[in-house]
């Protein structure tokens, strides 16, 4: 791996290996790879899972993103996912992560998502978003999910959650997955009482060949 990352001019590789496989931990330890993240992934049947949750505000309504939410999901994105492995890792500058969420999610509603469901209040303005891709003909798997500060504790997340699954259902799509960070407990709370399953747990490594001692 490390002779392709220097024929390829690869300044850095994304590792997931499962907890229990303690021969690669130790192999990508040996090679000063830095632990940054462990990866949750929860999955459930679209029929089954959302029964434990419950919306709070009725004010708040989920629908397709516009164009016109665009500046609102970047200026959400910037400010979220800030427990992901990208800021763990000092390597990378946190102006580089805001950029990197907000080009996700940018790309994400000119069609790089299958589908982008936000949710809004009296305003019209968005207070959260999702990101849902299809993986087949009958699977699909949540991308980006995250909720504005100041729109938390409402119900919103339920929102958007409901309508993936509504769009999941028209789509003839049977299960959905999506994948966590381990440091963040409230959104392992969200899947668990929506009713999804633990599928995998993984720790994340990110490999710098140039900080590779022989």
């Known amino acids: ?22 021969g690669s931990v130790a192999a990508l330890q040996a090679r000063q790879a ?17 029964g434990g949750l419950r919306a709070v505000d009725d004010g708040i309504r989920a629908r397709p993103a516009v164009e016109t939410d665009v500046a609102a999901l970047t200026a959400i994105a910037s400010a979220s996912h800030r427990d992901t492995r990208f800021y763990a890792d000092s390597h990378f ?13 940018e790309r994400s509603c000119h069609g790089y998502a299958d589908a982008v469901f936000v949710t809004d209040e009296d305003t019209g303005r968005a207070s959260g978003y999702i990101t849902c891709h299809r993986d087949g003909a009958a699977a699909a798997h949540i991308g980006l999910f995250a909720v504005a500060d ?60 140039r900080d590779v001692r022989a």
């Not at 949750?40 to 089954?48: I, K, S, W």
């Open 150 to 209: 100041e729109a938390r504790g409402r119900g919103v997340g339920r929102r958007l959650l409901d309508a993936t699954l509504r769009w999941c259902a028209a789509q003839d799509i049977r299960s959905l997955s999506v994948a966590t960070q381990g440091r963040n407990l409230r959104a392992l709370q969200f899947y668990g009482r929506a009713g999804f399953l633990v599928t995998a747990v993984q720790l994340c490594f990110h490999l710098w060949p």
């Open 1 to 22: 791996m490390l002779a392709e990352c220097a024929e390829r001019r690869i300044d850095c590789v994304y590792v997931n290996v499962d907890v229990s496989d303690t």
């Open 93 to 105: 500058a946190s102006g580089d992560c805001h950029r990197l969420y907000e080009t996700w999610i």
């Open 34 to 50: 830095l632990f940054v993240d462990v990866r949750v992934t929860f999955g459930g049947e679209v029929a089954a899972v959302s």
